[in-house]
């Protein structure tokens, strides 16, 4: 969906890359990050917890995305410091809908 959009689209293989591939970036290279929950070497939340920490990490928007439906999932992902939590299978107007509202 994002691709047919000519939205740019990296994708890393696991928590530890993403919040690697997130480090090795200026301020502003990533519009918006889209993290799994349940990814190897490191969950989507143990790495939203350490991109909040990073000085270019406080302000990009990051969502949760996940088939786990349960208000503690989803409040987990907030205490994370994630901006909200889709649900798998995506709703790609919700989706759509929660990054165009994060990039205002």
Known sequence: MLGAKNIGIEVAKDGEE????FAEHADGYYDVILMDIH?????????????????NGKE????SLSADAFVEDKRKSIEAGMNGHITKPIDYKELERE???SLQ
């Open 18 to 21: 993403a919040v690697n591939m």
């Open 39 to 55: 990814i190897p070497k490191m969950n989507g939340w143990e790495a939203t917890k350490l991109i909040r920490n990073m000085p």
């Open 60 to 63: 990009i928007p990051i969502f």
């Open 99 to 101: 990054v165009q509202r």
